[in-house]
């Protein structure tokens, strides 16, 4: 049941839905992102897990999951499976899709308020300087509140829940997710904001190799991450795409007496 598939299956889902969804794609080890500032039940986002291999039925991920998912062929592709399944996008305020090998070195609570607050349609938390990476954009900037984008990546996006409305019929379009996060930043409205927010740092603990588990599988089903990029830039009509800031808002330095 646990395993890659072309369709998705719904095992568990709850009664009642919170405000938001963080959204996983979890294997059979134990991810945990939200590191030690975790509330447990007492959250306002859903946990949905979608599941590419057996899980450890004891650790906290499958546990504290609202919603456990089976199958789907890669994050976005089960992402895009689960609201065909379960159509409750239009419930949510705010949906994250995160990595299993990321930690978060903040309250997702707090997190997502910000980005309400802030009216950011499209968001992600900042890495660590000693995160792996691909872009240097995406690292901390010490002194930055946050910086408004034309670019936010694919390990740990944070959609508005109307933009993810208008961008998840193409989450399917590429398995390896490469080019999707050219086609999500891209397809921003100009009243609608992305960020790279320096105030919320998160670790990731990878590194970024052909030898990584996710690149042989895709592999192994025929799938070239860089084909999938090609692919998407020639239908969206893109020889190239600049990543740039487009603003910076800082952190004030405060003296004050009592």
């Not at 450890?56 to 592709?77: I, Q, R, T």
Request: glycine share 6%; hydrophobic share 45%; proline share 4%.
């Amino acid at each position: 049941m646990f395993k890659n598939a072309q369709d998705l299956a719904v095992i568990r889902s709850p009664a009642a839905l919170r405000k938001h969804l963080v959204f996983i794609r979890a294997g059979a080890g134990q991810p945990w992102p939200f590191g030690s500032r975790f509330a447990g039940e007492e959250r306002g986002f859903d946990i949905a897990v979608s599941y590419f291999d057996e899980p450890d039925f004891e650790s906290k991920l499958y546990m504290c999951a609202d919603f456990v998912l089976a199958g789907g062929l890669s994050k976005f592709h089960a992402a895009k499976k689960f609201f065909e399944a379960y159509p409750c996008l239009d419930r949510y305020g705010y949906v994250c899709f995160v990595d299993d090998d990321l930690v978060f070195e903040f309250s997702v609570d707090e997190f997502i308020a910000f980005c309400e607050r802030e009216a950011l349609s499209l968001a992600q938390p900042c890495l660590t300087a000693d995160s792996f990476h691909t872009f240097r954009i995406t690292l901390h900037h010490p002194g930055l509140l946050y910086r408004v984008t034309t670019y936010v990546e694919t390990m740990c996006p944070v959609f508005e829940a109307s933009h993810l409305a208008s961008v998840i019929d193409v989450f399917d379009r590429s398995l390896s997710t490469y080019g999707l996060d050219v086609f999500w930043s891209r397809a921003l409205r100009p009243d609608q904001r992305a960020a790279i927010l320096d105030c919320f740092q998160m670790r990731h603990t990878r590194p970024i190799t052909n030898e990584g588990k996710f690149y042989q599988y895709l592999a192994s089903i025929g799938v070239n991450r860089w084909q999938e990029l090609r692919d998407m830039m020639l239908w969206m009509g893109l020889k190239e795409y600049n990543i740039r800031v487009t603003a910076f808002i800082t952190l004030d330095d405060v003296i004050a007496i009592t």
